[in-house]
């Protein structure tokens, strides 16, 4: 369980999930037993298969983020906390804080599921290719896919503006956000 939950909640090699700190991530699986057998032992066995890596993933991060168990997906889930966090505030919106409340989206999931998959079976001596596991060679290096899909529908992008008062520069938080204001 050890080597899955260093992977998955962000280690030398892998990510973590913004906000979420080792010890959330690994209390979830202490207080969720069934996720151990569900999720950990996936990540444990060196055959298991992309699909599967992924729908394991998506278990663990729902419970991660509250989702109540009626909830059928990630991207559902992201859905709801976005609505009700819109519905919630009268005021202008901080980007980027806006977004850290939102779980990830499937696919930025499904890359980390891939990056923590590959590391958990090298620290088992089963190496794997990583540029078939949530990588990609850029520049002559390894460097991380973070997602194959955007984070919203362009139509949602075109909506959220800025609260810049005097133009965006470069800390701006929109521009940290990928949406740059003209």
């Known amino acids: 369980m050890i080597l899955f939950a260093h992977a998955i909640s962000g280690c030398d090699t892998t990510a973590a999930f913004y906000g979420k700190g080792k010890a959330s991530c690994f209390n979830v699986l202490m207080k969720h037993n069934h996720l151990q057998l ?5 990540f444990n066995s060196p055959a ?22 009626t909830v059928k997906s ?16 009268t005021q202008p919106v901080d980007i980027e804080k806006f977004f850290s409340l939102l779980p990830p989206t499937e696919e930025a999931v499904r890359q980390q599921a891939y990056r923590a998959y590959e590391q958990v079976q090298r620290w088992k001596n089963n190496v794997l290719s990583p540029t078939e596991w949530g990588w990609a060679i850029q520049n002559g290096s390894l460097v991380p896919v973070t997602t194959t899909a955007d984070p919203a529908p362009a139509s949602l992008l075109k909506l959220i503006s800025c609260k810049c008062l005097k133009g965006c520069m470069s800390a701006c938080s929109c521009r940290k956000a990928g949406i740059y204001m003209h």
């Open 38 to 42: 569900e999720v950990v032992e996936i």
């Open 48 to 69: 298991s298969e992309e699909e599967e890596i992924f729908q394991a993933a998506c278990k663990y991060v729902l419970v991660l983020y509250g989702a109540k168990k």
């Open 74 to 89: 990630l991207n559902e889930h992201r859905f709801r906390v976005f609505v009700e966090s819109v519905a919630k505030n």
